[in-house]
């Protein structure tokens, strides 16, 4: 499965983005925010991932 590279780098930005609004917000529930910042970091990895993993498979055209 071949993923584009500017879609990962998108979602990876916007992940990144959420975390740090997530994180400097207060909410009634400590709980609700761990779980959604944990969401939005396995989000983050698994983006980092494939765009580093898809870029190494994909050719370089000359």
Do not use: H, W, Y
Request: proline content about 2%; glycine content about 4%.
């Amino acid at each position: 499965m071949r993923i584009n590279k500017d879609l990962a780098e998108a979602v990876l930005m916007l992940s990144c983005i959420s975390l740090v609004l997530v994180g400097t917000t207060e909410f009634d529930s400590s709980s609700n925010k761990t779980i959604i910042m944990i969401v939005l970091a396995i989000l983050a990895v698994c983006m980092a991932v494939a765009r580093f993993m898809g870029g190494k498979k994909q050719p370089v055209n000359e």
